[in-house]
Nanobody
Framework: VQLQASGGGLVQGGGSLRLSCAAS????????MAWYRQIPGNQRELVAT???????NYADSVKGRFTISRDNANNTVWLQMNNLKPEDTSVYYC???????????????WGKGTLVTVSS
């Protein structure tokens, strides 16, 4: 199973970016999908989660500005980030909890990070 994230870049404060993450491989189904972010030297922090049924949860710091969504048919998750602030600058990682085809277990996989830089 592989997760490919994209959409990062440089944006001015107040601007918007949309991150995407597509999962591929031996996927039977994907349970929870999530976005995390990490500044080098700091702990990775949860940004947002979404269940297969579409229930969402957000970190307080991004509520009202970020929206997580997913397409179950295409194993893809997005993070729409609006009104970006310099403190949102970080490397963003996607996570998928995958029920692997032909097995009786689920395993979490990480995508490679995508850098978001917000200038003041």
């Amino acid at each position: 199973v592989q997760l490919q994230a994209s959409g990062g870049g440089l944006v001015q404060g107040g601007g918007s970016l949309r991150l995407s993450c597509a999962a591929s491989g031996s996927i039977f189904s994907i349970n929870l999908m999530a976005w995390y972010r990490q500044i080098p030297g700091n702990q990775r922090e949860l940004v947002a989660t979404i269940t297969r049924a579409g229930s969402t949860n957000y970190a307080d710091s991004v509520k009202g500005r970020f929206t997580i969504s997913r397409d179950n048919a295409n194993n893809t998750v997005w993070l729409q980030m609006n009104n970006l602030k310099p403190e949102d600058t970080s490397v963003y990682y996607c996570l998928a909890n995958v029920a692997v085809t032909g097995t009786a277990y689920a395993k979490s996989y990480w995508g490679k990070g995508t850098l978001v830089t917000v200038s003041s």
